[in-house]
């Protein structure tokens, strides 16, 4: 099986272009569309949600990544295998949330045109003349090694999003910020929700003005409608949510925002 993630939306025909590439070398690879509508460019969002994703598929599943601000450019084009199977795009941070949860077995720079589309590629589209052709013929059998040069999996780029933090001013608080707004405006941040402690907890959201206090529920309808809310969500992650309205919209929030998780 081949998963694909984009940010190319539904309106122009460049996802059933790469899918036509992918047909044409493997036609009986199985293909899954997690989503190609990642906010244009946004890496951040690409990293989240193939990091919520790729554990629900089979073993071997190859997952091709392609939200790439820098193609064309410098940047590497990767594969990179782990133990639940390959992932194939861009060298700009967007496999690092799979890559906090899983070890890298090998990692190469795609680098033998043998196994793209072209070698006079666009500098435009290299899910098409690249990535595409690459997870197709990875889905066939062919080896990691054969794409290209070895790297050290350490030398992967990462994105700049703040790590985790525990704060010594208190033994259950620790400083974390916002890595995904989903649909429903839902701010979800980078703390795991086994840091929540047992007894009552709250969030803080550090911004311009005075702090926000949200106080930490079990569920969303814990609070009356309109109201903030923090809770752990099903992706495990400590996140702040308005029942029946967006917390984005209420907070004017944006990805990287600073928070604390506190207990009381």
């Not at 990179?80 to 070890?103: C, H, K, M, T, Y």
């Not at 840091?195 to 009552?200: D, I, L, Q, S, Y």
Request: charged share 15%; glycine share 10%; hydrophobic share 45%.
């Amino acid at each position: 099986m081949i998963t694909i993630l984009t940010d190319f939306g539904y309106q122009d025909a460049y996802v059933a272009v790469m899918k036509g590439v992918i047909a044409s070398i493997a036609p009986d690879v199985k293909l899954c569309d997690l989503t190609h509508c990642i906010p244009p460019q946004n890496i951040l969002a690409a990293r989240f949600n193939l990091m919520l994703a790729y554990p629900y598929f089979p073993s071997g599943t190859v997952h091709l990544a392609v939200v790439d601000p820098g193609v064309g450019s410098a940047r590497r084009g990767v594969a990179i295998q782990v133990a639940s199977g390959f992932l194939v795009g861009p060298d700009n941070g967007l496999f690092s949330g799979v890559l906090e949860r899983e070890v890298a077995i090998s990692a190469v720079a795609l680098t033998n045109p043998v196994y793209w589309r072209t070698d006079k590629t666009s500098c435009t589209f290299h899910g098409r003349d690249i990535f595409a052709p690459v997870a197709a013929h990875l889905a066939s059998g062919v080896s990691m090694d054969a794409l290209g040069d070895r790297l050290n999996p350490h030398t992967l780029v990462q994105p700049q999003l703040p790590p985790v933090t525990q704060l010594r001013s208190n033994p259950v608080a620790y400083a974390g910020s916002l890595q995904y707004i989903d649909s429903f405006g839902n701010l979800i941040s980078n703390i795991p929700g086994d840091r929540v402690p047992g007894t009552a907890w709250r969030v803080v959201v550090e911004g311009a003005g005075a702090p926000l206090y949200v106080q930490g529920q079990k569920t969303y309808s814990d609070v009356s409608a309109s109201e903030l809310v923090a809770l752990v969500g099903s992706h495990g992650w400590v996140e702040i949510a308005c029942n029946s309205g967006s917390a984005a919209q209420r907070l004017q929030a944006t990805m990287g925002l600073a928070i604390v998780l506190e207990a009381l």
